[in-house]
DNA sequence: GCCGCCGACTAAACCGCTTTAGGTTTGAAC
DNA sequence: GTTCAAACCTAAAGCGGTTTAGTCGGCGGC
């Protein structure tokens, strides 16, 4: 059982009579070859079986054929993001297609973010990385470009940046939510928002609050960290408050479960007595009682644009910049009428 | 601003004034290097900031110093089940301080497991995989074997295996979940499991079926996929039925997240009517109302455990069987005495 | 009929590291 | 004072591709 080791080149420039470097030419379709001789080097090359050695191609091209994503430090953050998932099979559906392969680096206690990085570039294990949540003043900008490493940013940073991005409007999801509501005759409406300190957090809590205004509301908001823990205290927070909110609109599903959950622990009624939207469209929230009304936004498409922008960047295209669908309002079961205020 | 390219080994050995053999040598603790040489050697490399061009190491050694992780078709299996993050950043707590990277395959609708497996294999991109979600009679074994590839299962196989393994008994913590009911005053409990082609879904599901027998209970079981859809559509069935039971076993969080909807839905109050407990102990399950009852196993030192494993047949450690701790049930409020049967 | 040019192809260098086969000291043994 | 082995080190040959410099033959132009 003693494995035959795979045939190389020079097996199938032997076996088609040129040299090596012919070969070369004909297997990646440059110019130079006589059509004849193209033909039978291909053919050799699929007799024999033939596949590139990509750890040889790496060395002597200088690429690794790879990209990565580094997943920030907290596993917590990944591991309540159903977003993660979608995104990530987003970048393989892509990638899986055109010979690249994703590095997935969590940025563990012994080895912070900026170094997962700096050993990922070092060791040269990948062409170029995807840049999720960013925050404010994103540090990680320039970080890569000093590594030399190319990028796609999910969303546009609010730094100088050299790279492309793919984005979703999702203060557009949230705008939609907070006129559903209004529509629904709510007054009082808060939301429990994600960190300030990163871009989509803040974005979608500057849309709920800017359509907040144009509804002539009251702006309320509690940022949190986007973890359910926070999710639930903030909610506590709000329903405690004398003058409570009627409706609350979250910053991603896994708070507005948690926000659900506390809201029922009070006795409360949803959507009787509250409303809530969540946000990311989770799989778990349809099956909820009530079922979650939540903004949808297409993860994967989002993924595989962002695959798709960082291949054309390596391949030398110029920056761009692409916006996605906006996202779209799912209404469900936890959002109804305003209470004493019967829908018209 | 043009980058000065990394210095090479060539560019250390000039320093040091040695040939670029004994350069290797003392940067890889190999014997036959004076000590004062090596030191002399080692200096010149951190002077120079010298890093091992993993590219070449890899054309000359034969290794990737890369680990793989294929995701099974189904998106909605990575997307719904939070194991995996853990798992994930287990794995990478090991390979990151080890100098492995992890690559994340998924495999797409264009690109089957088998093929996603081969393709990496094909490309050396890594060296061993984790196998997870072993199936009965799994093929992936044989594939894998086939392909030279070493590879770490999470639990052991129903099939003859050349693999190291890393198991825990998810068979004791349905136990335990079915003691709790059963010391509760529970007579009729349901499971609802796993595939039964998957190996943790059956075991699960035996261990329900035995410990309820044990108990003197007659088991009732329904298959499902694992999703929330399923379910939720298993609880039905068993809800609706004329002699519903009391408690219902959860062979995952987000069935049983999907569970509870239902249940409520229907006007059953949980835990007065029905008790339910689930698996993984997923962040989410605590801030349910009520916060819920469930299996808690460390998937992160589970991801750990086997990283290690696979690095240690990497260097050529003989085959090794590693079984962890026993998970533990958490219990919250999701469960309670049995209806007409006030603890005693 | 000679020159020059172009297309097709070969030979060899190169990417940066590992590893093997030798070569040179050194020093102890006889 | 040889002899030999051990210790230390060098040179060079890989690994499997890509790429560059250059060779060769044939054809058109004058």
Redesign the interface.
């Known amino acids: 059982m003693a ?1 035959t080791p795979p045939p190389t080149i020079a097996d199938v420039a032997r076996r088609a009579g040129v040299s090596k470097g012919l070969v070369s030419f004909a297997l990646n379709d440059r110019p130079g070859v006589a059509p004849d001789t193209r033909r039978r080097i291909l053919e050799a090359a699929s007799d024999l079986g033939w ?6 191609r ?2 002597s091209t ?1 690429r ?1 054929f ?1 990209c990565g994503l580094v997943v920030g430090r907290s ?2 953050v ?3 993001d ?1 977003f ?3 995104l ?2 987003g970048l ?2 892509v990638f ?2 055109s ?1 690249q ?6 940025a ?1 206690p ?2 912070q973010e900026a170094a ?1 990085y700096r050993s ?1 570039a ?4 990948v062409d170029g990385v995807v840049l999720t949540d960013l925050r404010a003043g994103d540090e990680r900008i320039a970080l890569v470009q000093g590594l ?1 490493l190319a990028a796609v940013t999910l969303g546009r940073p609010d730094v100088d940046s050299p790279f492309s991005s793919v984005s979703v409007d999702d203060g557009a999801g949230i705008r939609r939510a907070v006129e559903h509501l209004a529509r629904l005759g709510h007054r009082r409406i808060a939301h429990v928002a994600g960190p300030s300190t990163m871009l989509h957090g803040q974005r979608r809590s500057d849309a709920f609050s800017s359509s907040a205004a144009e509804a002539g509301l009251e702006p309320i908001v509690v940022a949190t960290d986007f ?3 926070e ?2 205290e903030a909610t506590r927070r709000l329903l405690a408050a004398e003058d409570r909110p009627t409706a609350i609109v979250y910053s991603n599903d ?1 708070m507005a ?2 926000g ?3 809201a ?2 009070l006795g409360l009624r949803v959507p009787d007595d509250l409303s809530i939207t969540g946000f990311d469209d989770t ?2 929230g349809r ?3 009530p ?1 979650l009304t939540s903004v949808a936004t297409d993860a ?1 498409a989002w993924g595989r644009a962002a695959a798709q922008a960082l291949l054309d960047t390596l391949s030398g295209a110029p920056e761009s910049h692409i916006h996605l669908a906006e996202p779209t309002l799912v209404v469900r079961e936890s959002t109804g009428p305003a209470p004493d205020h019967p829908r018209g």
Not at 122 to 125: I, K, P
């Open positions: 494995q596949t590139p050695n990509l750890r040889a790496s060395l200088g690794s790879a596993t917590d990944i591991a309540a159903p993660f998932h979608s990530i099979a393989e559906d899986a297609t010979g392969v994703l590095v997935l680096a969590v563990t012994g080895r997962t990922l070092g060791d040269r294990r030399g973890s359910a823990a999710g639930a896994h479960v948690a659900l959950g506390v029922q622990r799989d778990l099956h909820l009682h079922a994967r």
